[in-house]
């Protein structure tokens, strides 16, 4: 079946540092792949996302490259603010030959707390 | 911007006892889903509903659960008896259409604890 593995939170960083936050995932068929990002006291809102392989996801500063090869859609921004400060999960939808996108399967979520 | 409102925020249930979730898409969404995380675990995928009827429902919702959109704007989660287990944050999320290019909507959640 469809999964998504995150790399182990939390991670903390000081502001203007450089933030990776690792996804892999394994997938039938031709998944589509997203960030989602949850504020404190907040639903999941999407942050970016990549539909094909070597597509490339941006929003906000934020980027992820969809790696085929690798299997992997790793998070990046270049310099983090105190207000990026929340959950941010990985996620995937997997398109098995049909039209239906459906249903997203998660990565566990990452816990980003940054210091002023 | 339009958005996902979920009802309650957090709701304290006996165990045993039936729970409804309610949730108001976007008014021009027509798939609609339930999610649900319990402390500490992944977001896990309940259940999708398109046209008045479930397209897909996971192995987490069985005979204990059911949708429902009763008057065309509200979605509902009923959980008939509920367990010690159901304990969780549950999230309700639309979609004008299912595809990458229409993502799903989140609410901001509704937080179920059974004693």
């Known amino acids: 079946g469809n999964s998504v593995t995150q790399m182990e939170g939390p991670v903390t960083l000081s502001e203007e540092a450089f933030l990776t936050i690792n996804c892999t995932y394994t997938a039938t068929g031709y998944p589509s792949l997203f960030w989602y990002v949850q504020y404190p006291g907040e639903g999941l809102q999407l942050l970016l996302k990549?539909?094909?392989?070597?597509d490339k996801g941006s929003n906000k500063g934020f980027e992820a490259t969809y790696r085929k090869e690798t299997t992997s859609f790793h998070l990046e921004k270049g310099s983090v603010q105190v207000s990026d400060s929340a959950v941010y999960f990985c996620a995937l939808t997997a398109n098995a030959g049909g039209t239906s996108y459906g249903k997203l399967t998660f990565g566990q979520g990452t816990i980003l707390t940054v210091h002023p | 911007e339009p958005e996902v409102t979920q009802t309650p925020s957090h709701q304290v249930t006996q165990m045993g006892q039936e729970v409804i979730l309610r949730c108001v898409p976007i008014?021009?969404?027509?798939?609609f889903y339930w999610y649900r995380q319990i402390l500490g675990q992944k977001v896990e995928f309940l259940v999708s509903?398109?046209?008045?009827?479930?397209?897909?429902k996971s192995e987490i919702f069985d005979d204990q659960f059911s949708v429902e959109r009763p008057d065309g704007s509200n979605f509902t989660l009923k959980i008939r008896s509920t367990k010690l287990e159901d304990s969780a944050m549950y999230f309700c999320a639309s979609a004008r259409a299912e595809s990458p290019n229409q993502p799903q909507h989140f609410g901001d959640g509704t937080r179920l604890s059974i004693l």
């Open positions: 008014s021009n969404h027509l798939y």
């Open positions: 990549a539909t094909k392989a070597d």
């Open positions: 509903f398109y046209n008045n009827e479930i397209s897909e």
